[in-house]
């Protein structure tokens, strides 16, 4: 199966604020930021433990389908159904991968307790209403079935002496009342350990907070590494979307926030949450 052909100057045809373009330069950068974590989960699928007995992988968000054809071939009798509100790159799909266009905002057509395990990546940092969305994804979760999401703050921290510089600090202010503008929660990330929990809807709830240095400084090679893949995808993605110019994001500005953030006497870092839960 070939995924469908798509403009070079395509963008996601959405109501949602998701400011993405969906280009072969963006699906380079996700492919790229789906290498740089594969190699941090040891060419793993998720940090949970192995699932047997696996029928029916649900993907949301599937971006570049990177994600999604590893998945197919980690469980070759599966079929992994993999959605966004996009085309996939025109690439070649293993046959038990099904792509479905669909806006998750939107009733998915699937019935109930229906996938064994559900993966998003980077997907309700971006989603309004994303708690409630969480819930009518958790639905269709098989009972002991597993949900895996990594998801991430779009916000910089500073632990050092000096804290953050004003460019980094204007940046947070300015992006998190663009977005809660929107109704979209750009520090969904940190919360959805907190958010699993209170469900009540699973066994176990399991996460990690991964400090990933803008700069390199980390004494953790593995914090180094993921510093490296987020800064780097965080800065291609700033530099594609020209829509956050409404935000106050000019080039300029961005350019002292790259500067800011890469600045070897401080201690930026963006933070990558990772979670893996079963249901009950």
């Given at each position: 199966m070939m995924?469908?052909?798509?403009?070079p100057d395509a963008?996601?045809d959405?109501n949602?604020?998701?400011?993405?373009p969906?280009?072969?330069?963006e699906?380079?950068?996700?492919?790229d930021?789906h290498r740089?974590?594969d190699?941090y989960?040891g060419?793993?699928?998720?940090l949970?433990?192995s699932?047997?007995?696996?029928?029916?992988i649900?993907e949301?968000g599937c971006?570049?389908g990177a994600?999604?054809?590893q998945?197919s071939?980690t469980y070759?009798?599966?079929?992994?159904?993999?959605i966004?509100i996009?085309?996939l790159?025109?690439?070649p799909?293993p046959?038990?991968?099904?792509?479905?266009?669909l806006?998750?905002?939107d009733?998915l057509?699937?019935?109930?307790?229906?996938?064994?395990?559900?993966?998003?990546?980077?997907?309700f940092v971006?989603?309004?209403?994303?708690?409630?969305?969480?819930?009518n994804v958790?639905?269709?979760?098989?009972?002991?079935?597993?949900?895996w999401i990594?998801?991430?703050?779009?916000h910089?921290?500073?632990?050092?002496?000096?804290?953050?510089?004003?460019?980094l600090?204007a940046f947070?202010?300015?992006y998190i009342s663009f977005?809660?503008s929107?109704?979209?929660d750009?520090?969904a990330?940190s919360?959805l350990?907190s958010?699993l929990?209170?469900?009540?809807?699973f066994?176990?709830?399991n996460?990690i907070?991964?400090?990933c240095?803008t700069?390199?400084r980390?004494n953790?090679?593995?914090?180094q590494w993921m510093g490296?893949?987020?800064w780097?995808?965080?800065?291609?993605?700033?530099t594609?979307?020209?829509?956050?110019?409404a935000?106050?994001?000019t080039?300029e500005?961005k350019?002292?926030?790259?500067?800011?953030?890469q600045?070897p006497?401080?201690s930026?870092?963006?933070e990558?949450?990772m979670?893996?839960?079963?249901k009950?």
């Amino acid at each position: 199966m070939m995924a469908v052909v798509r403009p070079p100057d395509a963008v996601h045809d959405t109501n949602q604020p998701y400011y993405s373009p969906n280009n072969a330069p963006e699906w380079e950068r996700l492919d790229d930021l789906h290498r740089g974590i594969d190699a941090y989960l040891g060419h793993k699928l998720s940090l949970g433990p192995s699932v047997h007995n696996v029928k029916k992988i649900l993907e949301i968000g599937c971006g570049s389908g990177a994600w999604a054809i590893q998945a197919s071939q980690t469980y070759p009798e599966a079929t992994v159904v993999a959605i966004d509100i996009s085309p996939l790159p025109p690439r070649p799909l293993p046959s038990n991968v099904q792509f479905l266009q669909l806006d998750v905002t939107d009733r998915l057509p699937f019935e109930p307790e229906d996938f064994d395990i559900i993966h998003a990546r980077f997907v309700f940092v971006h989603l309004p209403n994303w708690k409630q969305l969480l819930e009518n994804v958790v639905s269709l979760l098989k009972p002991r079935g597993w949900l895996w999401i990594e998801d991430t703050d779009i916000h910089f921290y500073d632990d050092g002496p000096q804290g953050l510089g004003p460019s980094l600090k204007a940046f947070n202010d300015r992006y998190i009342s663009f977005m809660r503008s929107k109704n979209v929660d750009p520090l969904a990330g940190s919360s959805l350990d907190s958010v699993l929990k209170n469900m009540e809807s699973f066994l176990e709830v399991n996460s990690i907070g991964i400090r990933c240095p803008t700069n390199g400084r980390d004494n953790d090679p593995s914090n180094q590494w993921m510093g490296q893949v987020a800064w780097t995808a965080l800065r291609r993605s700033l530099t594609s979307r020209p829509k956050y110019n409404a935000a106050g994001m000019t080039s300029e500005f961005k350019e002292e926030v790259f500067r800011e953030a890469q600045d070897p006497l401080r201690s930026v870092y963006l933070e990558i949450h990772m979670t893996w839960s079963q249901k009950k």
